[in-house]
């Protein structure tokens, strides 16, 4: 028996110029289109992809009792050149720090990315969007 999710809410209140301040449950962050206050609304969905599958990982080479001293992730999100200015290509790159078996960090990865990221299924598709990882000792 699955269990229904909770639909996500989010408030943004305007601050000034282009800055919001938005909630959602007890966590809070400045938005701004700006980019000085806080990050702009399209680093926020680079963040959150980067922030879904760094979340997946961790939590699925846990599961398997592999362990781990650090997980890095950087997202790189190149943009289309005309309005809307949308993601066209998509690069994560993941640095983790441990004995962790290559094969088990791209099994995490792939599992993230085909089934349980819920950030990146909720974006276009069409996206060219690349993985890479690197163990280090």
């Known amino acids: 028996m699955s269990v229904l999710k909770p639909p996500t809410i989010a408030d943004l209140r305007w601050t000034h110029a282009l800055a919001f301040d938005a909630t959602s449950g007890s966590a809070s962050l400045t938005i701004d289109g700006d980019s000085r206050e806080g990050p702009s609304p399209v680093q926020t969905l680079a963040i959150s992809l980067a ?3 760094s ?3 961790a939590h699925i080479l846990s ?3 592999n362990s781990f001293r650090a997980l890095r992730s ?3 999100a190149e943009r289309a050149q005309q309005d809307p200015h949308r993601f066209v290509r998509v690069t994560l790159a993941f640095t983790l720090e441990g004995s962790v078996p290559e094969d088990v960090v791209a099994r995490a990865i792939a599992l993230s990315h ?3 990221c819920s950030v990146w299924h909720s974006m276009r ?3 060219d969007f690349t993985t ?3 163990v280090q000792p």
Request: proline letters at 0%.
């Open 74 to 76: 950087r997202v790189t």
């Open 63 to 65: 599961k398997g009792r």
């Open 132 to 134: 890479t990882f690197e």
């Open 55 to 57: 979340v997946d990982v």
């Open 114 to 116: 085909d089934k349980y």
């Open 51 to 53: 922030g879904c599958m």
């Open 125 to 127: 598709q069409d996206i």
